[in-house]
């Protein structure tokens, strides 16, 4: 089996957050998926599991983290140009995303950040190695 990532987030609203999701670009795999959390999907090996409340305590030994007030992670996804990161972004806001800082150039990266609606963090971004300084 290839490796793979899957990252669980707990949110209130698992409609809500699938269109979110499904906005940014990702899939929604319904073998995974039930009434209790959604499987989105990025790439064949990058996966967002969407649990209600309920279901991720099933899985954590700590309380969910207020991610409206505190970082608990930042994700960063990354796309193939400039133009398709503010798509990314324009249809994010749309679905109802946060943009809570401005954009970020970097020379060899741009990057744009949007929250979902529970304030789990994404870096929306475009990266040219070739402009990657070398000293």
Known sequence: MARQIFI???VKDLEKSKAFYTALGFTNNPQFSDDAGKCMVWSEN???MLLTHEKF???ATKPIA???NAVAGL???SLDSVDEVH???TNGLNAGGIEPSEM???GFM???TIEDFDGHTWEIFYMDISKFPTE
């Open 57 to 59: 305590l099933n899985f």
């Open 66 to 68: 207020d991610t409206k």
């Open 87 to 89: 798509t990314v972004m």
């Open 8 to 10: 669980n987030l707990a």
């Open 75 to 77: 994700f960063s996804l």
């Open 110 to 112: 741009q990057q744009r």
């Open 46 to 48: 990058i996966y967002v």
């Open 104 to 106: 970020k150039d970097y």
